[in-house]
């Protein structure tokens, strides 16, 4: 299972920070991903992470959220910072067995989401 957390409410301009704790101890063996999805809108990428930990960003957060992952802790998580209330959306963690992708169709697994909230 995976299980995320650390979501709230924020103004705008602050920051909050992710995890993603996975009960599998296969943690290791898996790409990681961060996705959110707005109300009305589509689920779309937000970061992943290789096993290698090479990192993946969409555009609209790069430079703003960094992702990472505690292999020891089977956690991982996106720091989230200079946040804005177009980022408000729930936020899923996913795994995946193929390469970093950004694509939702290739993450097998789905944790149940966090809500993140900026007012403006």
């Known amino acids: 299972q995976l299980q995320a957390s650390g979501g709230g409410l924020v103004q705008a301009g602050g920051s909050l920070r992710l995890s993603c704790v996975s009960s599998?101890?296969?943690?290791?063996?898996?790409?990681m991903g961060w996705f959110r999805q707005a109300p009305g809108k589509q689920r779309e990428f937000v970061a992943a992470?290789?096993?290698?930990?090479?990192?993946l960003y969409a555009d609209s957060v790069k430079g703003r959220f960094t992702i990472s992952r505690d292999n020891a802790k089977n956690t991982m998580y996106l720091e989230m910072n200079n946040l804005k209330p177009e980022d408000t959306a729930v936020y899923y963690c996913?795994?995946?067995?193929?390469?970093?992708?950004?694509?939702?169709?290739?993450?097998?697994?789905w944790g149940q989401g966090t809500l993140v909230t900026v007012s403006s």
């Open positions: 992470i290789s096993r290698s930990l090479t990192t």
């Open positions: 996913a795994r995946s067995s193929y390469g970093l992708r950004t694509s939702p169709g290739v993450y097998d697994f």
């Open positions: 599998a101890q296969t943690f290791t063996t898996y790409n």
